[in-house]
């Protein structure tokens, strides 16, 4: 079975290569009566796109999406939505080098292994150009999570290096501090600091790794299925499903390798008539089920691969050779990661939304 | 949709409760002709079972499976293959001090808000009893794994508390290293420690955290699905389907948020005829599509939520109480942990196994 | 993929074998709080089972369903239903008959030819009793239809052979009517003279085919799903997944070819505040959508391939050869189909029931 | 789950309204290296585009699909192939009376029932020109079926209200005969005679019914799985997720009710080094599996529901009122039907022509 679908009713799937004609994501599920337009995409595709500020790509193309149905006097209809966005800054560039070669860090080796041969121009469809549909379809769903549930999502930069924020409050984050600044990190100073750091790697015509926060308000208690459909595997999967992600934590993460049950446990306690935690080192999930309390996780992201710096690798037949990507790359992906994760986040939300309206025998 | 199904092609669905009648696992899409029997399943099963040790909980149940279907004359046929495993120790003891608390860090107020109710004798369906059908499961993948392309996994603890073990070749860590110690610590002198760690914090009728590492070695490259089902999804996803884990990384993992790309990028080297990388930080996959290179993974595992320490929590209406669990918890999951883990990595790469035979024209 | 599973939202996934330990359901995906106990799947268990009158096999075998999870003080909880029931009557005979030689009619060859060999006692996978589970799932949804919306599920023997009945208003007839005869034709005179038929048909050491009408009252409009999950579709799917179906029709079927369309439309109405039509050639159905009438539709079943009469075969080697079936064999296959192919519409239907519910941004 | 998406490994997901942008299919699974380009597709969509004959609706639009990913350099790169078919015909004609009437044997009542409001220009996503961008998917399939096993699809007019024809040998029949009229009916004569009857039905302002056989020879035994995805389970779902299927019947179908089982039984018999049946009443599969004989199955297609006689009906407030559709209807479906089962048939055994590729421990 193929891969290009994700979720169980917020469904997508998406299609499309770097270099090629375009992109496009079918959003199957979204329920009728839900006022939808471009202005509510282009925000987040604005966030996502390449050249926006001078700590990322200089690679030029805003990312225009056009909706091809499931829209009809400016609402849902319950039928598939259909969003398409065009590449256009597709230079006819020499694609030599990286056809025989294989670029350290990159999918052009596993492509060739499973396919046989590859779509080379760009990395074909394992380009992390493919987010720019999942943002299309994540904005969907967060609209979808606002006008439902009064939910919202923000992420932003947390690490990068060794810099790293303590913010103390993760749900009180909003998005006018994380746009703040073109890193996105929330907190001001810091993100002036890694700004520096970037440029800094980047004029050593190198990469440098990061860590993102993203967190979710708002979602009720009881969202996600016991076993395998976990909320926190489902968003496990989707945090993974991103390019460069190497480690996905919830709240405490990997830190409880080091505590007590005693430490760790977040105690029950009733405020204002429901039921709440007074920590949140269980990140929002309890038996992977929604507890009420803020969803909060982290990604690790690794440095961009691609490096104007030469690195020795091998040619299809084995031969040693060296490369060295020229052009246009983020120095660091972390700026532009935050709201691939955000729509990553929406749309297992509006997923699990939607899903567990079939719990009981009647509906609240 | 419900979530009690794992998997496109090796397909797996689980019913049962902790004390209810016993637990059930359809597997589908096992390929005919494969030999198995209950012996193949036994050895899995009594590494995760309870009461195997002084470091685990002291609950006596050993899982006996019966095999249902799909095997015949000692052979895989290629229809669904069900295994029975029947609850036999179960106390009737006096569940009302939890039928009405919600004990932290359990899923019993989650599922009471997703449900309305819940089977709350030993946690109902949020049981980690669950996970024992899931093993058997994975002991048929691991066989068809072995069979087809001489695949093996092994997992290990890595850390309990801040007592840590750098193994230098994961790769090379044998079932035998592991398995000559009770708490699966492949390092002997590290492993002493461990266990000392774990019978101190017993004592003080705490838990303890910790992180295990699950490698499979002989995958060969091309295995996953570029966009959604990268095989670092899905390997994701089935660790964070497993109780308590707050916590997953692939090679570096969360380590590179402090490096630069010309540090973390693996050399593509040729070898005997084959394409490899010098070393492995990618953790034996890129661009979600396995690089031929081992597979490494790590979880973090939260310490045991229930404790015989009294802890505060509130009822279902929201009261104020306190809590303690009587009798016979695990002071530290990670011994019984490592094989639930690689019976999902194995349930995960089977699926992989399978589905890759669509990718080309026609099948080499 | 493996094809063991049926539904999306209300989702049974079946294993077991004819010869074999036995049978069992896993059903995922039953609202919580619906009252169910073994009482529930008897009676239309004792529908289906063989040897209950002269007119069926006499092959004994009671199906006693034990409810292994799922449901819990008398309530289903949420989490998956498994439905296990053993075989009994597994005569040790002589099959080296069967084993060597293709069954005319039967899935002996196709299995071979699909699996390289197969379970050749009494079919194996392939056999008939494989739908007593279904049945038993099929109560549990005709359960919880009749509970959230009073919905009815009545099936019966409308054609034997040449013998044909026509009932007047499908959606009048009861249960009662069906089962006041063995042949479950609602019509008393044509269920006499169809047991006279299959009694003759018997005695030739013959088989013969027939048509059963299936009924569902009380459906609301807007169930179903636009373009592939058309609910027409998925029945359709569900009634050629029983075996020996060879044909599905609804409303007027395949009369429609010999009519115009101002004779096939039927006109719509209002009647007591409710949109509905004047007639229901449509079958309950209009763009793959429940449209509130009755859903009525027929299938076509096959007499009964194995046969007391000597057959002419091959055997594996493409030897010709003579086969004979020794034995207990429905001369007729209708009267047991009948609570069949009413689990499989009652499956559908449940199924439909809960995934509607995310058709709109509201619940009503 | 919405139910905009078809198939489990070859699988393919439509978005798009009659009277909106466009349309979309995402094809995921398609193998690599398959030589694919816009020529492929024409072809079948030229046989289903309206305004192709006297015959068909006048509705003027030519089909031109735009391949926007999943092809390199003239080959398919296993990554999935999406077509894009933009609407250009699109009157701006006045829908008001269809956006408050319910057209007799149309959707809008029901989709009015599911969504609480729709796009009725044209009947939105109810449309059977969604076909469009399935004939594309389908040629793909067709494609994939020829170049790895040799099997063609043809499909063609059989009946067309009483007027029929008996093909002696369905497995004959060449798409050079059925396109040698506008009818699509393989026997000259008849098909004059057809061409005749439609003509008179439509000077009469009405509509008419018919049957469709369509066949695919050259597919090997083993296809489909044993359960639910029976090959004649999932053929009947394709089936009649196309609009205005009222019956679906395979082999001898319907006719089987009035048989015995020692007429209808196919002996086997060995040619050639292979086994097969010496006649085809089972339709080519057995057990649901393929027989390696020809597939043969009919559909009952219902006369146009648009009709520009007038027709009672009602209001969306229930008031009783008349309609009549002006304008560029089909007076009989049955032409252009032809290419839309094909393409549904092929895009079924497409699917399980790779799925089947999973049955054995090891690819023969």
Not at 43 to 53: G, N, T
Not at 231 to 238: C, E, F, Q, R, S
Request: aromatic share 6%; hydrophobic share 35%; proline share 6%.
């Amino acid at each position: 079975m193929p891969g290009s679908t994700f979720g169980q009713t917020f469904r997508i799937t998406t299609a499309g290569e770097s270099h090629g004609t375009g992109y496009v994501v079918i959003i199957d599920g979204v329920p009728a009566g839900m006022p939808l337009s471009v202005d509510d995409l282009q925000p987040d595709l604005d966030r996502r796109r390449p050249a926006q500020s001078k700590v990322t790509t200089q690679r030029k193309e805003r990312d225009e999406p056009e909706i091809l149905s499931g829209v009809y006097e400016g609402q849902t209809t319950g039928t598939p939505v259909a969003i398409v966005i065009r590449n256009k800054d597709v230079r006819s560039k020499d694609y030599a080098d990286i056809k025989d070669k294989y670029r350290p860090g990159h999918a052009d080796y596993t492509f060739d292994a499973k396919y046989g041969f590859r779509d080379y121009r760009g990395g074909g469809r394992s380009s992390a150009r493919e987010t720019s549909v999942r943002v299309a379809a994540g904005a969907v769903a967060k609209k979808l999570l606002a006008s439902l549930h009064g939910i919202h999502i923000v992420g932003y930069v947390k690490q990068i290096g060794e810099l790293k924020t303590e913010v103390f409050d993760p749900a009180a984050v909003t998005l006018e501090q994380v746009e703040a600044n073109i890193v996105r990190c929330p907190d001001p100073q810091v993100a002036e600091q890694m700004i520096a750091l970037i440029e800094r790697v980047r004029g050593q015509q190198d990469s440098i790794g990061g860590v993102a926060e993203i967190v979710a308000t708002g979602v009720p208690p009881g969202w996600g299925e016991p076993i395998f459909d976990k909320l926190k595997a489902d968003l496990g999967k989707a945090m993974f499903s991103l390019p460069a992600v190497l480690g996905v934590e919830y709240g405490a993460g990997f830190r409880v390798a080091t505590t007590r049950g005693s430490e760790n446990n977040d105690v029950f306690v009733a405020q204002h008539q429901s039921i709440m935690t007074e920590t949140n080192r269980h990140g929002g999930m309890l038996g992977g089920i929604s507890s009420g309390m803020p969803i909060v996780l982290r990604c690790a992201v690794k440095p961009t691969s691609s490096l104007p710096l030469e690195q020795r690798t091998v040619t299809r037949d084995g031969e040693p050779t060296m490369i060295r990507t020229k052009g246009r790359h983020d120095p660091c992906l972390l700026p532009r990661f935050v709201p691939m994760a955000e729509a990553m986040m929406a749309i297992v939300l509006a997923d699990h939304c939607l899903r567990g309206r079939a719990a009981r025998m009647r509906e609240e």
